[in-house]
């Protein structure tokens, strides 16, 4: 009964909230279930989905969650919310400045999401990688004819392999879009993920606190 009080009082605060004249742009989210590393949201007035911590639903990421709290990430921003409790976050307008926040997983490694030419695909960063460096399956997921590139051959913990320099034409990750980033294909299925290197960071701001780093887009 509890959750389903709660989830009434939800939708119908979505409701005014939207009543109220909230932008189309905005997200609304709402918690109507916490569980141990779950939380149950409705998010734009939606139906109840319920996500682990990792996943990503409409654009809201849950981070972390008890039987007292959800930490989600919406547009950028983490909230905190407790059962029953809702936000409303603005939308990036168009000229802000593009962002992403990325958390270190238990290893200190920053392991996200991103889109390749739009076909989605899971990478590390990695600042001592001059460019971003993808495996060939994984090119071939994204439609890269990595083939008519300009092969050379690099050296790697397994020996030295052939690769091929590339441009990808959109790298997404969060609400960042870059065009035209220099990347190198390696034969085989070396690197296992995505490895997001400088050619992409150089034109991304990066701040840390804790295990959050902020990437905010250059140009």
Known sequence: MKLKDSLCKAVVLAAGLLAAGASVADTQVNIVGLFSNKAVLIINGGKPKTLSVGQTS?????????????TLQVEGSTKRLGMGQAASVAGKSSNASASAVLYANPQGHFVSDCQINGASLK??????????????????FANIDYKRGEPMQVSTANGVVTAYRVTIGTLKIGSITLNQVEASVLEGGSPPLVLLGMSALNRLDMKREDIALTLTKKY
């Open 58 to 70: 409409d654009g809201v990421k849950l981070i972390a969650a008890d039987s007292q709290a959800a």
């Open 123 to 140: 990478f590390i960063l990695d600042t001592g990688a001059t460019s971003v460096a993808l495996n060939s399956g994984d090119a071939k």
